[in-house]
């Protein structure tokens, strides 16, 4: 069994280097935040999940407005404005 290192081995290093020779563990957020997110993944799945709505939110609204024009042409404009009902307007 050779495991190897590990994905989020290089941020340890960074975040126990800092650790080991900061004056305050303040010093070393940044470094403690690469590697919780590395291990963690928090921002990059918040991220992905924002796109994700983003791409749907996009894809329903031009579905809708796809639909609308395909009504639009089905019924003829007069029809869907109301002005002329739709057993008027094809001439039965």
Do not use: M, N
Not at 46 to 73: C, M, N, P, V
């Amino acid at each position: 069994y050779a495991a190897g290192r590990t994905r989020c081995f290089p941020f340890w290093q960074e975040f126990s280097k800092c650790y080991a020779s900061a004056e305050s563990p303040r010093d070393c957020v940044a470094q403690k935040d690469d590697y919780l997110e590395c291990l963690h993944r928090t921002k990059e799945i918040a991220r992905a999940k924002e796109i994700k709505s983003h791409f749907l939110q996009k894809t329903a609204h031009e579905g809708s407005d796809a639909r609308k024009a395909a009504e639009k042409a089905a019924t003829g404009s007069i029809v869907s404005l109301g002005l002329v009902g739709e057993d008027e307007g094809d001439g039965k």
